[in-house]
């Protein structure tokens, strides 16, 4: 048996939708994505997006109408006994490379940090699960914009909830996950820039099928 995965995506604020479909081949999966924008007027090649991925180890996306793709490579290995997790992400003709690291000291204890080459800043965050709550706190702080971010995530069984606030933005952000293993996943997210005077929510909504051919 095959597994393959359907994902759709949609943002309200400015009704944009997407469609990733994802075929398991071996250790490989295989990815196409498509936009709203592909069949806005005829057929054509906009918005769409092949990948690769071999989980854990690394994923190529290329863009067909920018002729642009996009390199991730994952490593781990041990430092003073403890798990640390390496990506690098290129992305040809957008300026951007990235190394990203995770450090887990335990399971209740974390640290990562982000570095961007193009505008040589970085940021760097803690996360802390607190023991039998399932709850996640995730203080950060973004050396770009000197300003901290703070987050707060609690499990309810195949559900989460988390929330979220932006200081450099002052930006709230609230999201509804529920990962099923028969029914797939889904996940409702809505974020609101209190600087504005209309505070109107930005909503986003993702669900994701999953298939045995």
Same mark, same amino acid.
């Given at each position: 048996?095959? @597994?393959?995965?359907? =994902?759709?995506?949609?943002?309200?604020?400015?009704? *944009?939708?997407?469609?990733?479909? /994802? $075929?398991?081949? &071996?250790?490989?999966?295989?990815?196409?994505?498509?936009?709203?924008?592909?069949?806005?007027?005829?057929?054509?090649?906009?918005?769409?997006?092949?990948?690769?991925?071999?989980?854990?180890?690394?994923?190529?996306?290329?863009?067909?109408?920018?002729?642009?793709?996009?390199?991730?490579?994952?490593?781990?290995? @041990?430092?003073?006994? =403890?798990?640390?997790?390496?990506?690098?992400?290129? *992305?040809?003709?957008?300026?951007? /490379? $990235?190394?990203? &690291?995770?450090?887990?000291?335990?399971?209740?204890?974390?640290?990562?940090?982000?570095?961007?080459?193009?505008?040589?800043?970085?940021?760097?965050?803690?996360?802390?699960?607190?023991?039998?709550?399932?709850?996640?706190?995730?203080?950060?702080?973004?050396?770009?914009?000197?300003?901290?971010?703070?987050?707060?995530?609690?499990?309810?069984?195949?559900?989460?909830?988390?929330?979220?606030?932006?200081?450099?933005?002052?930006?709230?952000?609230?999201?509804?996950?529920?990962?099923?293993?028969?029914?797939?996943?889904?996940?409702?997210?809505?974020?609101?820039?209190?600087?504005?005077?209309?505070?109107?929510?930005?909503?986003?909504?993702?669900?994701?099928?999953?298939?045995?051919?």
């Amino acid at each position: 048996m095959t @597994k393959a995965s359907v =994902k759709g995506k949609y943002e309200a604020g400015v009704q *944009a939708a997407s469609t990733t479909a /994802t $075929v398991t081949v &071996g250790d490989l999966k295989l990815k196409a994505t498509c936009t709203d924008s592909t069949f806005a007027h005829a057929p054509s090649l906009n918005g769409i997006t092949m990948g690769i991925e071999k989980p854990g180890f690394f994923m190529i996306d290329y863009d067909l109408p920018k002729k642009a793709a996009r390199f991730q490579f994952m490593s781990s290995a @041990k430092l003073a006994g =403890k798990q640390l997790k390496l990506t690098y992400i290129h *992305a040809q003709k957008a300026n951007m /490379t $990235v190394l990203d &690291g995770n450090l887990a000291f335990d399971p209740s204890n974390k640290v990562s940090a982000k570095y961007s080459f193009a505008s040589a800043t970085g940021q760097l965050k803690y996360s802390y699960v607190h023991a039998g709550g399932g709850i996640t706190f995730e203080p950060g702080y973004d050396f770009a914009n000197n300003s901290w971010n703070f987050s707060m995530q609690k499990a309810y069984g195949e559900d989460s909830l988390k929330t979220s606030y932006e200081t450099s933005k002052n930006t709230l952000g609230v999201e509804w996950t529920r990962d099923s293993k028969i029914a797939g996943s889904f996940k409702v997210s809505a974020s609101m820039n209190m600087n504005t005077e209309t505070k109107s929510p930005k909503l986003i909504a993702e669900r994701t099928w999953n298939f045995e051919i």
